[in-house]
């Protein structure tokens, strides 16, 4: 039970298929107690029961895109149900349509939608974190290889991965001195609402499962249970790292 006594907020539960569902699995089983955020009504709904059974808090809404939301969310946390020790940001977007193909056909309108959610929502939530974690805390993001090798159809989200995992290590220093740790965990690919998004996801799957040196594809609990060990006192000295969570297979060159 190493959560035992922490709170935390999870941002971006879709339902029991997301990243976000296995991570709140995990703490859940090591103690901790959990609030979440939906970015519509619709999420609110489909994730309430959940949320229920894991912290019996009300889902707050919070549309990560529109100013100011992110920061009246945080301020109804406090004052509901006061300061929290982690929060876990799950949160992706780009158009599907420009997820295929080639790179170069990313709309302005595109690239700057998905960087704004995927990559400056992030800074967003760090930069009002120390309100609601005045005693210290840690915050995960969720990344992946494509920000670091080409991917094929990954695309402008590979872009927002890039940015989003250097963003880790400017956060993790400006917020060192207020005992507030920033990590990253890049995930393998693994079937979710957003993933199904990404053109010909089953090859990338396919392929992960057939290079990985454990032969098989990563888990919702392999992340989830990295992302705790991330967030608990486990991992007290460990700020700015992008930890991969994708059976080994980031560290595979060449296979014949
Ligand atoms: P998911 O669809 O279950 O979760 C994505 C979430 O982002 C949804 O809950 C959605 O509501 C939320 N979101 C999108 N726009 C938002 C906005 N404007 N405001 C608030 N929330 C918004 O998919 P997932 O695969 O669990 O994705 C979670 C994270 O994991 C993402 O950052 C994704 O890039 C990352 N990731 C996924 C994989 C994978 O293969 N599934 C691999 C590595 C990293």
């Known amino acids: 039970m190493i959560m035992q006594g922490k709170k935390g907020l999870i941002m971006g539960m879709a339902n029991k298929f997301s990243i976000a569902y296995g991570i709140s699995e995990s703490l859940k089983n090591q103690g901790a107690e959990l609030i979440f955020t939906a970015q519509t009504d619709y999420f609110k709904n489909k994730i309430s029961d959940i949320a229920n059974e894991f912290g019996g808090h009300e889902v707050i809404l919070c549309d990560v895109s529109k100013d100011g939301e992110i920061e009246n969310a945080f301020d109804q946390i406090l004052k509901d149900i006061g300061p929290i020790d982690f929060i876990v940001h799950s949160i992706a977007f780009s158009d599907k349509n420009e997820l295929l193909g080639k790179y170069y056909n990313t709309s302005r309108a595109n690239f700057l939608n998905a960087m704004n959610i995927s990559c400056y929502s992030f800074t967003e939530v760090c930069k009002h974190s120390q309100k609601l974690m005045p005693n210290g805390g840690g915050l995960v993001t969720l990344t992946y290889y494509g920000s670091e090798k080409v991917v094929p159809n990954y695309n402008v989200m590979a872009l927002a991965k890039s940015a ?93």
């Open 164 to 256: 989003l995992e250097t963003s880790v290590r400017y956060l993790a220093d400006d917020l060192g001195e207020f005992w507030i740790r920033v990590n990253s965990i890049s995930a393998g690919p693994i079937k979710t609402l957003a993933a199904s998004g990404v053109g010909e996801f089953s090859k990338i799957l396919e392929y992960e499962r057939n290079r990985s040196p454990l032969k098989r594809n990563v888990t919702q609990k392999d992340i989830g249970d990295a992302c705790t060990f991330l967030l608990s006192d486990l991992a007290s000295g460990i700020t700015g790292e992008i930890i991969h969570v994708d059976c080994g297979c980031n560290t595979i060159g060449v296979k014949f």
